[in-house]
């Protein structure tokens, strides 16, 4: 746990296929200290991908968390609702918070904890971005939006973010992330 008594909010953001999954994952299963949040989500589930990689839901039940306010933060990307469940502190029990959200619901978690630190990841290249994509299955016109979206993202992810990262060698961005986190724990 850090110093401070609240947690440390690490948010990963990114474009898709550029690594932010796996890379949370990895994250996590390295420090015991870190807590990854599970995202709600009205998009289908891709063939391969685990059942439990977000709570998969309808858009009714996705409207009725937002009227709830059941969320900390919630966006619509590539029509669908992707959200953050308001954190249940038992589950997160002191440890420090990972979200793997987009750059519109990073921005809304800036708001409402400045101390939040976000991670921005790059791919090496455009071309290195849309083999993964492929590579996970991806059909052609998810990866064309994606990739339009990558676009559009990249300059304000760069400029909105505490530390940008390009994901090339897996290993290497694993340690880069540890070694940015215990510096902002150390901050924090
Ligand atoms: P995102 O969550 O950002 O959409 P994923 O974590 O699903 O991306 O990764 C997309 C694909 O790229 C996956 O097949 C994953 O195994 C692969 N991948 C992730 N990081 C790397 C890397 N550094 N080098 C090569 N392939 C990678
Ligand atoms: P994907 O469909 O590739 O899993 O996710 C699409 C985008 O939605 C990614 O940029 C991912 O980081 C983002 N995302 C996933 N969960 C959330 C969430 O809870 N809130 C927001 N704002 N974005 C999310």
Redesign the pocket.
């Known amino acids: 746990m850090s110093e401070n008594s609240s947690p440390l909010i690490v948010v990963v953001s990114?474009?898709?296929?550029?690594?932010?999954?796996?890379?949370v994952d990895r994250l996590v299963a390295r420090d015991p200290r870190l807590w990854l949040s599970r995202s709600w989500t009205t998009r289908d589930r891709r063939e391969g991908e685990s059942a439990d990689a977000y709570v998969f839901c309808s858009a009714e039940d996705f409207e009725a968390r937002i009227e709830a306010n059941g969320f900390l933060e919630w966006t619509e990307f590539l029509g669908n609702y992707y959200g953050t469940p308001a954190p249940d502190t038992s589950a997160v029990d002191g440890r420090d918070v990972v979200l793997?959200i987009e750059l519109d619901g990073a921005r809304q978690v800036k708001q409402q904890f400045p101390d939040a630190v976000l991670i921005f990841?790059l791919p090496p290249s455009r071309e290195e971005q849309e083999r993964?994509?492929r590579?996970?299955g991806d059909p052609n016109d998810k990866i064309f939006a994606r990739l339009k979206k990558a676009e559009a993202e990249e300059p304000i992810g760069r400029e909105i973010a505490d530390h940008v990262l390009t994901?090339?060698?897996?290993e290497q961005?694993i340690s880069d992330m540890l070694a940015v986190i215990a510096i902002e724990r150390s901050r924090h």
Do not use: A, M
């Open positions: 990114g474009p898709g296929g550029v690594g932010k999954g796996t890379i793997e990841l993964r994509l590579g996970r994901n090339d060698d897996l961005t």
